[in-house]
């Protein structure tokens, strides 16, 4: 039996005739046709003045970081549950990351405990959309305001979302999004930075081109930066798939609504959250199961399999991983950081491709109702 998969892209015949093009097409002096295309499509989509297409939302976190001149001695603040993508780059510029606990609707960065880790070692925070949900932004970005740091959108789950009518990615001094094969917008591998900051965006664009003036056609570098940028096929792709978003975005409240519809009879968890100035895209259906219920999120996972449904654990908290033990700040916030490590071992992503359908949906959910009850 082929199991139903936890995600999966929408791929038209748009796509691939965008990517056949960049391929035959978009080479040397043309080589650019479709970025162009595609940052300009996407900025628009967002409201941003400037885009620039990456090989990958981590790639767009590690050359904001840098661009802001975050370095070794400096505290970069995330949410204790997200993907380690969030975090990694803090390292990758010698920053320490300081992990902050979750709010337990929004499962995002909680105000207060933001506002209680800053120190003035603080250079910045980096705020996450989670599985395409909002954090309470007006709260986040007067505490910021306050205090004077810049605030760093990773928004890689939640392109199209909304908080109080101002799209996901247009927060903070600048927004990061994925399009990894997973994401609700993919291009294989890819990822974008967005921003209104004409200063950082070029420094940043200088950054990842290896350290050259703009427009410098002599190989003159003039400092050491990097190499992030995406081919001509994978923006084709990007292109298709922006032109598409708003059906995209349209599909997953689709499938989030067949889940609610199956579910509403059952107390025993909560499903994704969408308060009323909330536009949520749920990029992955994620259900917390009732604490009456204890059974762990890992059991659950393997129950659901033996019936051909693939999941995934709610993330883990990040100062939980091997990757971050016994460092200072994963221990301290194994003692603060109550709501992540109360909801993070109940919870689950349900199957959110793009090929389910409403019987797909109905099967999986009557799987679950029998698994917990
Ligand atoms: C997927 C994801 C990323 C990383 O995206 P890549 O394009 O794989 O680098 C970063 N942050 C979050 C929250 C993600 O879900």
Redesign the pocket.
Known sequence: MKKIGVAGPSITELEISYVTDAATNAWFADHSIYHQRFEEAFGKKIGTKYAMALP????A?HLILAALEVGPGDEVIVPDA??I??SAPISYVGATPVFVDIDPKTWCMDAGAFERAISEKTKAAIV?D?YGGMPEWDALEKIANTHNIPLIE?A??AVGSQYRGRMAGSFGVVG?F???G??TMTTG???MLVTDDKILFERAQFLRDHGRPAGDRFFQNTEVGFKYKMSSMQAAMGLAQTERLDELVERKQEIFSWYKRALSGCDDLVLNYQPEDVINTYWMVTAILDQSIGFEKLDLMERLSKHGIDSRPFFHPLSSLHAYEKTEQAIKAQQINKIAYDISPRGINLPSGFQLDEENVKYICEKLLQIIE
């Open positions: 990958s939302c981590t790639s976190l997200t993907w993508a969030s996450v989670l990773d890689a789950e990061t994925s399009f990894h997973s994401k591998e890819g990822g």
